[in-house]
Structure formats: structure tokens, C-alpha cells
């Protein structure tokens, strides 16, 4: 026989056990005018407070990831070297605005079918360079645009060594240097993506020198000396040789 008695009541829980147990469960809720929000502070979910002082009271403050950084153009496409590619070079589609004033230069830029990297990125580091101040066009000397038909004063191709030897003949490149041919300016694909070494691991710097370098020859430079120890090497040294004292420089105009 079970003894009478009256059903005892269960208290409610203290309101700071039960805010404590909304945190403790992954932010489910917190309490406010005694009911849970379910959307406040919602599992993994991003904190708007921007500064300590504009947190709510228990969120854990995460600071804004930063977008990545673009690559810049002149460090895009650097990939393996190779030995040989098909042969065939193919012109990269696309007509640029014209840079700089003065008598107008325009070009076509070239690139070997089947190489490793992106075309469009060769073609954007052919502009930049050849559009900056302190290329060939300095201080209006020449303007500079990129075309992709019609007439044009040079080519600028990249190609792998195998390629820069055949259209550099009877140059002899050896499978390892740049050169220029009538109205091409002939990159090796191996010297665009390495350099030299040294160059110290500068390749945005040997790039420029390169380009400018070849379509100095297609603009109707020759070679020149380093003048002195100690100073930026002339665009027209042949830097890929040696420096010879100078520094490594890849502008006409630093």
C-alpha cells in the first residue's frame, strides 16, 4: 500500500545555469526575456562585431579572412621547363590600348601551341613591360600597342628551346638563350620560367630584362658593355651570360 502524498513540483532552473548551458551546447540559443534565439549565435557562424568593444558578451571574436592577393602579372605561368614543343606558334587573340605617346609600335605576341602556362598570362607580361615608362617608350620616345592581325613593326614569340633554335638559326642559341630574327623577338620558354641563376632568384626582374632586351634588337639595338662595377647593367648587356660587375637591371630606364 503506497502511502498519500502530494506531487512535489520541480523548480525551474536558475537563469544562469540555463544561459550557461545555451553556450556550452555550441551557442544553441541565449536567453533573452526568458526564451532562447535560436539565430543569435548559431554554430560556426560569423561574428559581425568588428572591434572588442562591440562583441556581445560571450561570442568569440574571429577576425575577417583577407581575400587572397592576386598573382601579380609578371610572376603568372611559372611552370616546368621543357624540351621540345610542337612547332607551331599561335597568336595570342586580344588588341591592347595604346601606351605611351609618340610614333606607334605595334606588335603581335606569339606563343608555342602546347607549352605549359597560360598564353593570355605571357601576352599581359609583354604589355606591362613594353607599356611601362621606363621601357623603350620612356618619356614618349614611342608608343606601344598589342594586336593580333594587320600589320605590325616585331613579334614578340615564346617558344621552347628546341623552337628558339630553329627560328633563331644561324644564330646558335643552344637550347638555352633568347635571340632576335628579322621581326620576332624569339623568348625561350626555359629562360621565362628559371631565369638565371644569377639573377638570384629575381625572375620578375629577368623577364623584363628579356623582353626588352630581344625587342631591343627588333627596334635596332646592339649589344653593349657593362660601363662600371657596381651599377645597373644596360638593357642591351647580355645578361644572361653574366653581369660583369653591373647589377641586374631589366629597365631602360630604371
Known amino acids: 500500500m503506497r502511502a498519500r502524498g502530494r506531487r512535489r513540483r520541480r523548480r525551474a532552473a536558475p537563469l544562469a545555469m540555463l544561459s550557461g548551458l545555451a553556450l556550452a551546447t555550441g551557442g544553441l540559443g541565449v536567453l533573452i526575456s526568458g ?3 535560436p539565430e543569435r549565435f548559431a554554430p560556426h557562424s560569423p561574428v559581425a562585431a ?50 605611351g605617346s609618340g610614333p606607334l609600335k605595334r606588335f603581335i605576341v606569339e606563343v608555342e601551341d602546347g607549352l605549359p602556362g597560360e598564353a593570355d598570362d605571357f601576352a599581359a607580361a609583354v604589355e606591362r613591360i613594353l607599356g ?33 633554335d630553329e627560328h633563331c638559326a644561324p644564330l646558335r642559341t643552344n637550347g638555352y638563350v633568347s635571340c632576335q630574327q628579322g621581326d620576332r623577338a624569339v623568348i625561350n620558354q626555359n629562360r621565362w620560367v628559371s631565369a638565371v641563376p644569377h639573377f638570384d632568384g629575381d625572375l620578375e626582374s629577368y623577364r623584363v630584362y628579356v623582353i626588352n632586351h630581344e625587342v631591343g634588337h627588333a627596334l635596332g639595338h646592339g649589344h653593349v658593355d657593362c660601363p662600371k662595377d657596381g651599377v645597373n647593367a644596360p638593357v642591351m648587356q647580355q645578361q644572361t651570360f653574366g653581369l660583369q660587375g653591373c647589377e641586374r637591371n631589366g629597365w631602360v630606364h630604371p
Not at 58 to 68: H, Q, T
Not at 86 to 98: A, R
Not at 139 to 161: I, W
Open 35 to 37: 526564451g532562447l534565439d
Open 50 to 99: 568588428s572591434s572588442p568593444s562591440e562583441r556581445v558578451p560571450g561570442s568569440v571574436f574571429r577576425p575577417p579572412i583577407p581575400a587572397p592577393s592576386p598573382t601579380p602579372v609578371l610572376s603568372r605561368s611559372v611552370v616546368d621547363e621543357v624540351t621540345e614543343g610542337s612547332g607551331d606558334l599561335k597568336v595570342v587573340k586580344g588588341k591592347s590600348e595604346v601606351y
Open 132 to 164: 611601362d615608362e621606363r621601357s623603350w617608350g620612356h618619356e614618349g620616345a614611342m608608343s606601344f600597342q598589342r594586336v593580333d592581325s594587320g600589320s605590325v613593326d616585331f613579334r614578340v614569340s615564346l617558344a621552347a628551346p628546341t623552337t628558339v
